[in-house]
């Protein structure tokens, strides 16, 4: 749909990951529109935190990578994190933005390439969703190069 890749950001809890983004980058790995934002645990992160990730900061997709519930450093912090996805997708559709947008990865400690993954799954996506579109006040395109929710 659009040339450009979109912007992807990804919460990922600090169990999931040992790696920062910008060596897999380097790497050839990720493409630098994808941006990691590292928590102490995703149970953490509040709905409002996810619509900015978008409204605020440019993403066209979001993901959170958290331990898988059973496993949770944290007890209850994936199953919080995944509930409030699941709140943010409803959100996203009342807004009329594709819930797909956003997803909950539940993923194994201390492993990166489960996060890579979740990352590409959130690009994928993006090449059949495209960009989010900025509209001004008459439901029209603006001309605004950024994005909004």
């Known amino acids: ?9 990804g919460f990922c809890c600090n169990y999931t990951t ?3 983004e910008e060596p897999l980058k380097e ?5 630098e529109s ?10 953490k992160l509040e709905v ?5 990730a978008f409204s605020r900061h440019g993403a066209d997709a979001v993901f959170v ?10 007890f209850s912090g994936s199953r919080r994190a995944s509930k ?20 909950m990865f539940f993923v194994p400690r201390q492993e990166t390439e489960p996060v890579v993954k979740a990352a590409k799954e959130m690009l994928s996506r993006l090449e059949k969703l495209g960009p989010i579109i900025k509209k001004d006040s008459n ?7 950024g994005k909004a929710a």
């Not at 790497?27 to 493409?31: E, Q």
């Not at 934002?37 to 995703?42: A, G, I, Q, V």
């Not at 990578?65 to 944290?74: K, L, M, S």
């Open 1 to 9: 749909m659009s040339d450009r890749p979109g912007k992807v950001i």
């Open 18 to 20: 040992q790696v920062t």
């Open 27 to 31: 790497a050839g790995i990720l493409p």
């Open 34 to 43: 994808v941006e990691f934002k590292r928590l102490s645990c995703t149970g």
């Open 48 to 52: 409002s935190s996810l619509l900015a």
């Open 65 to 74: 990578a958290g331990c898988p519930e059973e496993e949770c450093h944290n």
């Open 84 to 103: 409030r996805v699941k709140y943010t997708k409803q959100i996203l559709s009342e807004l009329g933005i594709e819930p797909e947008r956003i997803e």
């Open 139 to 145: 439901n029209k395109e603006g001309n605004d190069s």
